[in-house]
């Protein structure tokens, strides 16, 4: 397992952007899958991004063609770039690593603490 933490939550306006920022420990951050899910008030965690080792990016359709996931392994970070906010994005972000393809929370077996994103109307 990798510890996570992420930073980049707020505030914003709905049609605002946010970026969320996930830093690991390790060497070995860079042999996991990296993924981004939320939880909204009252509404079980979904599956917002993820990108696995080789490169390849999955998305959640509510969040397709505005969310971009991305890396960099020299700082042992992975984003998520967060454009056209709604204010049904609003939930509290959390990063999780995986050591196999995934995109479901049961396979992730790392998580940060989460970070609160809120988007205003």
């Known amino acids: 397992q990798v510890q996570l933490e992420e930073s980049g939550g707020g505030l914003v306006q709905a049609g605002g952007s946010l970026r969320l920022s996930c830093t690991g420990s390790?060497?070995?951050?860079?042999?996991?899958?990296k993924g981004w899910f939320r939880q909204a008030p009252g509404k079980e965690r979904e599956f917002v991004a993820a990108k696995s080792v080789g490169g390849g990016t999955y998305y959640a359709d509510s969040v397709k063609g505005r969310f971009t996931i991305s890396r960099d392994y020299a700082k042992n970070t992975v984003y998520l770039q967060m454009n056209s906010l709604k204010p049904e994005d609003t939930a509290v972000y959390y990063c999780a690593a995986a050591d196999k393809w995934a995109t479901e929370e049961k396979d992730f077996a790392s998580w940060g603490q989460g970070t609160q994103v809120t988007v205003s109307s």
């Open positions: 390790g060497r070995t951050f860079r042999r996991y899958m």
